[in-house]
């Protein structure tokens, strides 16, 4: 059994930007590997702002949209973080999704080619100082080797435990070797109340399951029923459904939920199948976001 603390998924609420960096050093304080901020928010921003409140605690995006910032002011960004941090900063990147990137009013080519492109971009920067480590976000065989070839580690969102331990086995050698971060943010609610607990991780993957290329992932590691349920119930328009088509089976392969030691053996099954950091995003059942993270403070105490 691992001793070493998970990292911790952590997001910047217009309101309480200044809670969130003094949560941020809590954080640190007890011991947790690592803060991993989404995409929600400015994640670049919030990682800089924690860059200056911490000291030792590795940081990371997870992810930014390359579609969101020119390619120079991303790796500037980056490299101004890596360094003020002092090297514990991790740049991750993603392709983002269909619906956001509509809002930006972009329109992306080839997920693969685009990333590859980007990536070499920002690596080829002049006179901007020391890149940080680049972080892939990937989810099925092809990013995934990708990020093992151009990247320094990648990052998954909602993935299945029991799919992952065949996701390494397919992986080419990384270019790093024992240095390649592998992380994914497991949505996390921590309560004697498992039905509760059940209720608030189907809320958080509500609009998940709105997606293609999460449905799409979720059909090829087994769960075709329930995927292709919700994609009837989305084409009906019958939204109300949606929550009662997320099995149980489903949602315990891709979340962390219920009394605090099913919760802890979750993770332990994480780590056993190969997971090095698993990223845990806090909900609460009774509460908001303070209150999440007190549940996994008193989970590890």
């Known amino acids: 059994m691992t001793t070493q603390l998970p990292a911790i998924s952590l997001s910047a ?13 809590e954080v ?16 670049m921003g919030l990682c800089n702002a924690m860059a200056q409140v911490t000291s030792t605690i590795e940081l990371g995006t997870s992810i930014v949209n390359i579609y969101a910032r020119n390619v120079a002011d991303y790796a500037q960004t980056a490299s101004f973080i890596h360094e003020v941090s002092e090297g514990r900063f991790r740049f991750g990147l ?24 980007f990536v070499a971009a920002v690596e080829g920067m002049e006179r901007i100082g020391e890149l940080p480590p680049i972080i ?25 435990r029991k799919a992952f331990t065949g996701t390494l086995e397919r992986m080419p ?12 943010m497991i949505p996390t609610c921590v309560s004697d109340d ?31 029923d329930e995927m292709e349920a919700i994609e009837a119930a989305i ?28 919760v802890k053996a979750g993770l332990q099954e994480w780590y056993d199948a190969g997971l090095t950091t698993p990223i845990l995003v806090p909900s609460s059942a009774v509460g908001g976001q303070f209150q999440a993270f007190e549940e996994i403070f008193d989970l590890f105490d």
């Open 13 to 25: 609420v217009p309101g309480r930007r200044k809670k969130t960096l003094e949560l941020a050093k």
């Open 28 to 43: 640190e304080d007890r011991g947790f590997s690592g803060i991993y901020c989404p995409s929600f928010g400015d994640a």
């Open 136 to 160: 892939l976000a990937a989810m099925r065989d092809k990013m995934v080797a990708l990020a093992g070839e151009i990247g320094s580690g990648m990052v998954l969102a909602n993935a299945s």
């Open 94 to 117: 993603g392709v983002a999704h269909a619906p956001s990137n509509k809002r930006l009013g972009v329109n992306p080519g080839k997920p693969l080619g685009d990333m590859r492109e």
């Open 235 to 262: 084409e009906a328009g019958d939204r109300d459904s949606i929550p009662g088509l997320m099995s149980d089976a489903w949602l315990s392969d891709v979340t962390l939920f219920g009394p605090a030691d099913e």
């Open 173 to 184: 050698t990384p270019k790093v070797g024992d240095d390649f971060f592998m992380g994914c």
């Open 194 to 224: 498992r039905d509760a607990a059940a209720a608030v991780c189907r809320k958080t993957l509500f609009s998940y399951v709105h997606l293609p290329n999460y449905r799409n992932y979720w059909k090829a590691v087994g769960y075709r």
